[in-house]
Nanobody, 115 residues
Framework: VQLVESGGGLVQPGGSLRLSCAAS????????MSWYRQAPGKERELVAG????????NYKDSVKGRFTISRDNAASTVYLQMNSLKPEDTAVYYC?????????WGQGTQVTVSS
């Protein structure tokens, strides 16, 4: 299983970014996918999740209405569209899945929201 995130960067408050996570090594279309984040000095937290077919999503309360998780099963990729970014969204963002009872993580992509 391999998860490779991309799309992070430096953005001003109120700006937008779109994160991508390319997956391989498992049947992507059969598995729930999640995005987590970890800010300096804080624990890793769940940001959003999406069901295998993309029909069900869930979000951390603080990102509802600003972030949208989606997936393209043909491309084995999950996305996180982030709008109206705030400084408190600054963190390393990780893609995650659970396959055969084990959790897998990507290397993470840094998102910095600052003026």
């Amino acid at each position: 299983v391999q998860l490779v995130e991309s799309g992070g960067g430096l953005v001003q408050p109120g700006g937008s970014l779109r994160l991508s996570c390319a997956a391989s090594g498992f049947t992507f279309s059969s598995y729930y996918m999640s995005w987590y984040r970890q800010a300096p000095g804080k624990e890793r937290e769940l940001v959003a999740g999406i069901s295998s077919a993309g029909s069900s999503t869930n979000y951390k309360d603080s990102v509802k209405g600003r972030f949208t998780i989606s997936r393209d099963n043909a491309a084995s990729t999950v996305y996180l569209q982030m709008n109206s970014l705030k400084p408190e969204d600054t963190a390393v963002y990780y893609c995650n899945t659970r396959w055969r009872g084990k959790y897998y993580w990507g290397q993470g992509t840094q998102v910095t929201v600052s003026s």
